[in-house]
């Protein structure tokens, strides 16, 4: 009866209904109950959309689009702050090589500087010894024990 | 529902404000008066139709084209609605206390009849919150927004058969439901 109500039955099945609503009250009865419902359901009135809906949902889209352009430009700011902030491992490499070869520059001129300068002082200090000393047994003692011996 | 054409849909895809109003005047109408016959309730109703448009929205891009748009947005709004009235129903466990409701109901409206005469929004919601929800639902399509079986089958994802003997049921149960109110009536 559901089938036939909703005209899903060919058109055969359709006419021996129809014949038999026809000589039985007991189906005809039933039939009239459910054209009833039907006509409940078919009358219920259309809800009609409320106004401001349409309003509501596009001001939800417009809010949505404005937070995903903030995120993008935020997201631009920090991609930029990190290649800047960040210590990558070729900056954090070269940096450290760079302090390496100041600290080793500094470093070589001053311990050369002061091994040339302690060596101008040794230079000066036997020459000084030498010269002035009041005491030159090294020289004569070696000079003199020397040609002692070949004299 | 009419049908919305390609060009619409492609335009609304690119982000057309536009085109979705246009998509959202076609279907709001449909999308509202089934939230409202599932969940009984137009607050309700009001949030199934925001939510529903927005995930149209968040998902037009990803619509395929493989089904027709009408039937992707009668399962996200029958989908969204049952979700909505399952969490209302959770949230308010005794909201309204039905069978109470339904015997308090003047004699004239005990029969399906009786409520054709007067207003009958609110009763044939009564009615149709005393079925199950599969039930519910494919009646509603059928009955109020008028889709073929093949279209409540696509809809629901559920084989033609399953339509029909739903849709039998569903008008069983309702005609019992009316009978019994009838008997009560003349006891």
């Known amino acids: 009866m559901s089938d036939y109500l909703d005209g899903q039955l060919s058109q055969k099945e359709q006419q021996a209904i129809k014949e038999h609503l026809a000589h039985c009250p007991e189906c005809f009865t039933l ?75 500094f470093t070589g001129g001053i311990v050369q500087r002061k091994k040339s300068f ?18 030159d047994d090294l020289f004569s003692t070696l000079g003199t024990n020397i040609e002692e011996y070949f004299l | 529902m009419q049908d919305i054409t390609v060009d619409i849909l492609e335009r609304a895809c690119q ?33 199934v139709t ?9 998902n037009l891009k990803g619509f395929q084209f493989r089904s027709a748009f009408k039937t992707w947005v009668y399962r996200i709004t029958v989908n969204t609605a049952i979700n909505r009235y399952r969490q209302s129903s959770r949230e308010i ?11 308090s109901l003047p004699d004239s409206c005990s029969t399906a009849e009786g ?16 079925l199950s929800m599969e039930y519910k639902v494919c009646l509603i399509l059928r009955e109020i927004n008028g889709l073929s079986y093949q279209e409540i089958a696509a809809t629901l994802k559920i084989p ?13 149960a309702l005609l019992e439901r009316a009978r019994k109110g009838l008997i009560k009536d003349e006891m």
Request: proline share 2%.
């Open chain 1, 31 to 105: 039939e009239k109950e459910l054209q009833t419902q039907r006509t409940l359901f078919q009358n219920a009135k259309q809800q009609e959309v409320p106004l401001g809906l349409w309003q509501s949902i596009q001001n939800k889209i417009i809010a949505e689009r404005l937070a995903q352009e903030s995120n993008k430009n935020a997201g631009i700011l920090w991609r930029l702050r990190e290649l800047i902030l960040a210590p990558k491992p070729v900056f954090a490499l070269s940096s450290a090589i760079l302090a390496i070869i100041l600290i080793a520059t």
């Open chain 1, 118 to 135: 302690v060596k101008a002082n040794f230079g000066e200090s036997i020459l000084d010894y030498s010269l002035n000393s009041p005491r």
């Open chain 2, 15 to 47: 982000g057309d404000i536009g085109a979705f109003e246009q998509i959202y005047k076609v279907t709001s109408s449909f999308v509202y008066n089934v939230a409202y016959r599932i969940t009984s309730n137009s607050a309700d109703a009001e949030e």
């Open chain 2, 50 to 58: 925001q939510d529903v448009f927005m995930k149209i929205y968040h």
């Open chain 2, 93 to 103: 466990k005794e909201r309204i206390d039905y069978d109470g409701l339904i015997e």
């Open chain 2, 115 to 130: 409520a054709i005469g007067s207003d009958n929004q609110e009763k044939l919601n009564l009615l149709l919150e005393k």
């Open chain 2, 160 to 172: 033609i058969n399953t339509v029909r003997s739903r849709l039998k049921r569903a008008r069983q």
